[in-house]
């Protein structure tokens, strides 16, 4: 499925999104949402798991001619986090040099969302959502906080399903759909 959010922007120029973008096991991962939603506790929660920060509220981005979506940091914003009850960071000096990302293509999007409206996971996922952002299709995952639910193994878990799917290999619910075409064709038991 494919969502269409921003219309397709020139080549040259950066456009500053609100949001947080990381690096994380070598995917430029995007994330927004509305503000206090947790956007960068959630970064400092994947600094904390050992990925890096590409740029803290307010990403630059632009779509290149042979079609990836680029990110990086405005040299102000540089190594700097903002977290609520915290202040601003220096997350080189708290989590070393190699915390902070140079820029990175972005491969994922993540769209932090707010529980109270009631957003719905589908029981079973077969396919990748897409969106468009800057007419870059990128996988978008809907990320609801819920009481209990680790973040940063979440967003971990989403790259790991992309990077996966993108290798050609087969989602998780297809093995699923065909063990049980073949215990059904076979007549057994499910146990």
Known sequence: MVISTATPASTTSWHSLHGVLLVVEDTGVLLTGSSGSGKSTLALELLAAGHALL???????RPSPDGRLEGRCPPILRGLLHVRGLGIIDVARLYGSQAVAAPHDIGL?????????????PTVERDLHYASLFGVALPL?????TLGLNRAVWVECAVRQVEHQAAGEQHASHTLAQ?????????????
């Open 55 to 61: 740029s803290d509220d307010a990403p630059l981005v």
């Open 109 to 121: 999007w993540v769209q932090i969302s707010d529980p109270t409206q009631g957003f719905e996971y």
């Open 141 to 145: 995952f809907r990320l609801v906080p």
């Open 179 to 191: 063990r049980q075409a073949r215990r059904l064709r076979g007549g057994s038991s499910c146990v």
